[in-house]
Protein backbone atom coordinates (compact mmCIF):
# COMPACT_ATOMS: atom_id res chain seq x y z
CA UNK A 1 0.00 0.00 0.00
CA UNK A 2 1.64 3.64 -1.20
CA UNK A 3 2.99 5.35 1.72
CA UNK A 4 4.30 8.75 2.26
CA UNK A 5 7.34 8.12 -0.03
CA UNK A 6 5.57 6.63 -2.59
CA UNK A 7 2.88 9.08 -2.81
CA UNK A 8 5.64 11.71 -2.80
CA UNK A 9 7.56 10.10 -5.60
CA UNK A 10 3.84 9.65 -7.64
CA UNK A 11 3.42 13.77 -7.15
CA UNK A 12 7.64 14.70 -7.75
CA UNK A 13 6.17 12.66 -11.12
CA UNK A 14 3.03 14.68 -11.61
CA UNK A 15 5.57 17.70 -11.23
CA UNK A 16 7.46 17.14 -13.82
CA UNK A 17 5.20 15.31 -16.56
CA UNK A 18 1.77 17.42 -15.98
CA UNK A 19 2.82 20.78 -14.81
CA UNK A 20 1.38 24.11 -16.83
CA UNK A 21 -0.18 21.27 -19.44
CA UNK A 22 -3.86 21.32 -20.48
CA UNK A 23 -6.81 18.55 -20.24
CA UNK A 24 -7.83 17.94 -22.88
CA UNK A 25 -10.40 15.42 -22.67
CA UNK A 26 -11.34 13.19 -19.29
CA UNK A 27 -13.05 9.52 -20.03
CA UNK A 28 -13.81 7.60 -17.10
CA UNK A 29 -14.52 3.98 -17.12
CA UNK A 30 -14.92 2.79 -14.02
CA UNK A 31 -16.93 5.61 -11.95
CA UNK A 32 -17.03 3.42 -9.06
CA UNK A 33 -13.12 5.33 -8.78
CA UNK A 34 -14.62 9.07 -8.28
CA UNK A 35 -15.75 10.57 -5.52
CA UNK A 36 -19.05 12.05 -6.62
CA UNK A 37 -20.66 11.95 -10.08
CA UNK A 38 -18.18 11.03 -12.65
CA UNK A 39 -20.27 13.54 -15.47
CA UNK A 40 -19.50 16.33 -13.40
CA UNK A 41 -15.93 15.53 -12.39
CA UNK A 42 -15.29 14.94 -15.83
CA UNK A 43 -16.70 18.28 -17.22
CA UNK A 44 -14.97 20.46 -14.68
CA UNK A 45 -11.69 18.97 -15.09
CA UNK A 46 -12.18 19.60 -19.20
CA UNK A 47 -10.28 22.48 -20.25
CA UNK A 48 -8.01 23.21 -16.85
CA UNK A 49 -4.75 22.98 -16.61
CA UNK A 50 -2.22 21.68 -13.68
CA UNK A 51 -1.24 24.49 -12.03
CA UNK A 52 0.55 23.44 -8.77
CA UNK A 53 0.95 19.56 -7.52
CA UNK A 54 1.43 19.21 -3.61
CA UNK A 55 1.42 16.50 -1.23
CA UNK A 56 0.14 16.18 2.80
CA UNK A 57 0.18 12.67 4.04
CA UNK A 58 -0.78 10.38 2.08
CA UNK A 59 -3.13 12.90 -0.14
CA UNK A 60 -2.16 14.67 -3.52
CA UNK A 61 -3.48 17.95 -4.31
CA UNK A 62 -3.66 19.21 -7.70
CA UNK A 63 -4.23 22.71 -8.55
CA UNK A 64 -6.23 22.89 -11.92
CA UNK A 65 -6.94 26.76 -13.34
CA UNK A 66 -9.38 27.75 -15.99
CA UNK A 67 -8.47 29.82 -18.42
CA UNK A 68 -11.50 32.43 -17.83
CA UNK A 69 -9.61 33.01 -14.58
CA UNK A 70 -12.72 31.52 -12.24
CA UNK A 71 -11.86 29.89 -9.09
CA UNK A 72 -9.50 27.24 -9.18
CA UNK A 73 -10.71 23.69 -8.53
CA UNK A 74 -8.62 20.79 -6.90
CA UNK A 75 -7.51 17.09 -8.18
CA UNK A 76 -7.29 14.92 -4.93
CA UNK A 77 -5.97 12.26 -5.44
CA UNK A 78 -5.89 9.04 -3.06
CA UNK A 79 -3.75 5.88 -4.12
CA UNK A 80 -5.82 3.97 -2.10
CA UNK A 81 -3.72 0.23 -1.65
CA UNK A 82 -3.38 -0.45 -5.52
CA UNK A 83 -3.65 3.01 -7.28
CA UNK A 84 -1.55 3.87 -10.10
CA UNK A 85 -0.82 7.32 -11.84
CA UNK A 86 0.94 7.06 -14.98
CA UNK A 87 1.91 9.33 -18.31
CA UNK A 88 1.55 7.65 -21.32
CA UNK A 89 1.60 7.55 -25.28
CA UNK A 90 -2.15 7.45 -26.44
CA UNK A 91 -1.35 4.92 -28.23
CA UNK A 92 0.07 2.64 -25.67
CA UNK A 93 -1.12 -0.78 -24.79
CA UNK A 94 -4.03 -0.26 -22.30
CA UNK A 95 -3.44 -2.23 -18.71
CA UNK A 96 -6.90 -4.32 -17.09
CA UNK A 97 -7.82 -2.19 -14.39
CA UNK A 98 -7.53 1.57 -16.12
CA UNK A 99 -10.49 3.26 -14.92
CA UNK A 100 -9.44 7.03 -15.91
CA UNK A 101 -7.84 8.62 -18.95
CA UNK A 102 -7.05 12.32 -19.36
CA UNK A 103 -5.92 13.51 -22.51
CA UNK A 104 -3.13 15.88 -22.01
CA UNK A 105 -2.84 19.26 -24.73
CA UNK A 106 -2.80 17.96 -27.80
CA UNK A 107 -3.46 14.14 -26.96
CA UNK A 108 -0.96 12.50 -27.66
CA UNK A 109 0.16 11.86 -23.73
CA UNK A 110 -2.82 11.10 -21.77
CA UNK A 111 -2.42 10.86 -17.76
CA UNK A 112 -4.10 7.01 -16.53
CA UNK A 113 -5.82 5.92 -12.99
CA UNK A 114 -4.99 2.16 -12.73
CA UNK A 115 -6.49 0.90 -9.49
CA UNK A 116 -7.29 -3.03 -9.05
CA UNK A 117 -8.25 -3.03 -6.32
CA UNK A 118 -10.44 0.13 -6.38
CA UNK A 119 -9.92 1.36 -3.04
CA UNK A 120 -8.07 4.49 -4.39
CA UNK A 121 -10.16 7.49 -5.29
CA UNK A 122 -10.17 11.10 -7.38
CA UNK A 123 -12.23 13.93 -6.26
CA UNK A 124 -12.86 17.21 -7.32
CA UNK A 125 -13.06 20.00 -4.99
CA UNK A 126 -13.38 23.49 -4.45
CA UNK A 127 -10.28 25.37 -2.16
CA UNK A 128 -12.43 25.18 0.56
CA UNK A 129 -13.76 21.79 0.77
CA UNK A 130 -10.14 20.39 0.15
CA UNK A 131 -8.84 22.66 3.10
CA UNK A 132 -11.85 21.08 4.89
CA UNK A 133 -10.10 17.07 4.09
CA UNK A 134 -6.27 17.96 4.22
CA UNK A 135 -7.55 20.11 7.63
CA UNK A 136 -8.72 16.68 9.59
CA UNK A 137 -5.50 15.19 8.87
CA UNK A 138 -1.94 15.75 11.38
CA UNK A 139 0.96 17.26 10.51
CA UNK A 140 2.94 15.81 7.53
CA UNK A 141 5.66 13.09 8.52
CA UNK A 142 8.18 14.44 6.58
CA UNK A 143 7.53 18.19 7.60
CA UNK A 144 6.31 18.16 11.51
CA UNK A 145 8.35 19.74 13.73
CA UNK A 146 10.02 17.71 16.68
CA UNK A 147 7.98 19.91 18.68
CA UNK A 148 4.68 19.06 17.11
CA UNK A 149 5.91 15.61 16.92
CA UNK A 150 6.98 15.47 20.55
CA UNK A 151 3.47 17.23 21.73
CA UNK A 152 1.17 14.46 20.07
CA UNK A 153 2.81 11.63 22.17
CA UNK A 154 2.33 13.12 25.15
CA UNK A 155 -0.48 11.13 27.42
CA UNK A 156 -0.96 8.46 24.60
CA UNK A 157 -1.68 5.25 26.15
CA UNK A 158 -2.00 2.96 23.10
CA UNK A 159 0.27 0.74 21.00
CA UNK A 160 3.09 3.22 19.62
CA UNK A 161 2.84 1.59 16.27
CA UNK A 162 -0.79 2.13 15.68
CA UNK A 163 0.04 5.59 16.91
CA UNK A 164 2.59 6.26 14.45
CA UNK A 165 -0.28 4.72 11.68
CA UNK A 166 -3.02 7.30 12.90
CA UNK A 167 -3.13 9.75 10.29
CA UNK A 168 -5.04 12.51 12.34
CA UNK A 169 -1.83 13.10 14.53
CA UNK A 170 0.92 12.65 11.85
CA UNK A 171 0.16 12.23 8.39
CA UNK A 172 1.78 10.02 6.06
CA UNK A 173 3.47 6.52 7.45
CA UNK A 174 1.79 3.21 7.28
CA UNK A 175 2.33 -0.10 8.00
CA UNK A 176 6.14 -0.56 6.62
CA UNK A 177 7.97 2.52 7.85
CA UNK A 178 5.99 2.82 10.92
CA UNK A 179 7.65 -0.82 11.66
CA UNK A 180 11.17 0.48 9.68
CA UNK A 181 11.42 3.61 12.10
CA UNK A 182 10.91 1.93 15.37
CA UNK A 183 13.69 -0.57 14.35
CA UNK A 184 15.93 2.49 13.61
CA UNK A 185 15.02 4.36 16.89
CA UNK A 186 14.97 0.82 18.94
CA UNK A 187 11.63 1.26 20.30
CA UNK A 188 8.97 -2.06 20.70
CA UNK A 189 6.15 -1.74 18.65
CA UNK A 190 3.70 -1.91 22.06
CA UNK A 191 5.31 0.90 23.94
CA UNK A 192 3.16 3.71 24.79
CA UNK A 193 4.00 7.03 22.94
CA UNK A 194 3.19 8.67 26.68
CA UNK A 195 5.75 6.35 28.74
CA UNK A 196 8.66 6.52 26.36
CA UNK A 197 11.39 9.15 27.62
CA UNK A 198 12.56 12.55 26.29
CA UNK A 199 15.75 10.82 24.82
CA UNK A 200 13.60 8.18 22.57
CA UNK A 201 11.14 9.97 21.54
CA UNK A 202 13.57 12.42 19.91
CA UNK A 203 15.47 9.44 18.19
CA UNK A 204 11.69 8.21 17.10
CA UNK A 205 11.13 11.85 15.33
CA UNK A 206 14.93 11.54 13.92
CA UNK A 207 14.29 7.90 13.05
CA UNK A 208 10.78 8.55 10.78
CA UNK A 209 12.35 11.48 9.26
CA UNK A 210 15.78 9.73 8.09
CA UNK A 211 13.47 6.52 6.87
CA UNK A 212 11.10 8.33 5.01
CA UNK A 213 14.02 10.93 4.06
CA UNK A 214 15.74 7.77 2.39
CA UNK A 215 12.69 6.13 1.46
CA UNK A 216 11.43 9.17 -1.09
CA UNK A 217 15.23 9.28 -2.70
CA UNK A 218 14.97 5.62 -3.47
CA UNK A 219 11.48 6.26 -5.01
CA UNK A 220 9.78 4.55 -2.09
CA UNK A 221 9.02 0.56 -2.26
CA UNK A 222 7.41 -1.79 -4.19
CA UNK A 223 5.58 -4.81 -3.23
CA UNK A 224 3.27 -5.90 -6.47
CA UNK A 225 1.02 -2.85 -7.41
CA UNK A 226 3.03 0.77 -7.05
CA UNK A 227 4.69 2.13 -9.35
CA UNK A 228 5.84 5.78 -10.35
CA UNK A 229 4.42 8.50 -13.19
CA UNK A 230 7.01 6.65 -15.82
CA UNK A 231 5.44 3.18 -14.38
CA UNK A 232 8.60 2.43 -13.08
CA UNK A 233 9.19 0.42 -9.31
CA UNK A 234 10.57 1.51 -6.30
CA UNK A 235 14.11 0.21 -4.97
CA UNK A 236 13.64 1.11 -1.41
CA UNK A 237 12.15 -2.86 -0.98
CA UNK A 238 16.12 -4.04 -0.45
CA UNK A 239 16.48 -1.36 1.96
CA UNK A 240 13.94 -2.84 4.25
CA UNK A 241 15.47 -3.99 7.68
CA UNK A 242 12.30 -5.24 9.38
CA UNK A 243 9.09 -5.36 7.23
CA UNK A 244 8.54 -8.60 6.56
CA UNK A 245 11.91 -9.89 7.33
CA UNK A 246 9.96 -12.51 9.80
CA UNK A 247 12.72 -15.04 11.09
CA UNK A 248 15.45 -13.37 9.37
CA UNK A 249 18.91 -12.31 11.36
CA UNK A 250 18.75 -8.51 12.64
CA UNK A 251 21.25 -6.79 10.79
CA UNK A 252 22.55 -5.18 14.19
CA UNK A 253 22.37 -8.06 16.15
CA UNK A 254 21.33 -11.09 14.89
CA UNK A 255 18.15 -12.15 16.76
CA UNK A 256 15.87 -13.28 14.64
CA UNK A 257 12.92 -11.01 13.33
CA UNK A 258 9.74 -11.29 15.23
CA UNK A 259 6.04 -10.48 13.33
CA UNK A 260 2.83 -9.62 16.17
CA UNK A 261 -0.13 -9.05 15.22
CA UNK A 262 -1.04 -5.30 16.81
CA UNK A 263 -4.44 -3.80 15.83
CA UNK A 264 -5.42 -6.33 13.13
CA UNK A 265 -1.92 -5.07 11.65
CA UNK A 266 1.51 -6.77 11.43
CA UNK A 267 3.90 -5.70 13.02
CA UNK A 268 7.56 -6.72 12.67
CA UNK A 269 10.95 -5.77 15.33
CA UNK A 270 13.73 -7.21 16.60
CA UNK A 271 13.21 -8.99 20.28
CA UNK A 272 16.70 -7.53 21.24
CA UNK A 273 17.29 -4.15 20.06
CA UNK A 274 13.44 -3.19 20.33
CA UNK A 275 13.03 -4.64 24.06
CA UNK A 276 9.03 -5.22 25.19
CA UNK A 277 8.72 -1.92 28.12
CA UNK A 278 7.63 -3.17 31.62
CA UNK A 279 4.25 -1.63 30.99
CA UNK A 280 3.35 -2.32 27.56
CA UNK A 281 -0.07 -1.28 25.73
CA UNK A 282 -2.59 -3.36 25.43
CA UNK A 283 -3.25 -5.06 22.74
CA UNK A 284 -5.87 -4.17 20.49
CA UNK A 285 -8.93 -5.33 18.58
CA UNK A 286 -8.38 -4.49 14.36
CA UNK A 287 -10.65 -1.44 14.64
CA UNK A 288 -8.22 1.04 15.93
CA UNK A 289 -8.45 4.40 14.40
CA UNK A 290 -5.75 5.05 11.53
CA UNK A 291 -4.89 1.13 11.51
ZN1 LIG B 1 18.55 -6.68 16.78
Known sequence: MPELPEVETVAQGLRRRALGRRIAAVEVRHAAV??????????????????????????????????????????????????????????????PHTHVFMALDDGREELRFRDVRRFGRLRCLTEQELEKVLGSLGPDAQHVTEAQFLAAMRRRKGAIKSWLMNQNLVAGLGNIYADEALYEARIHPLSQPGRVSGDKARQLYKAVRKVLERAVRLGGTTFSDYLDIEGRPGAFLKKLRVYQHTGEPCRRCGQAIRRMVIAGRSSHFCPRCQPRPRIAAKMRGPREPGA
Open 34 to 95: IAGSAEDFASTLEGRKFARVSRKGKAIAVELTAEDGSAPRFLLVRLGMTGQLTVTPHDAPIE
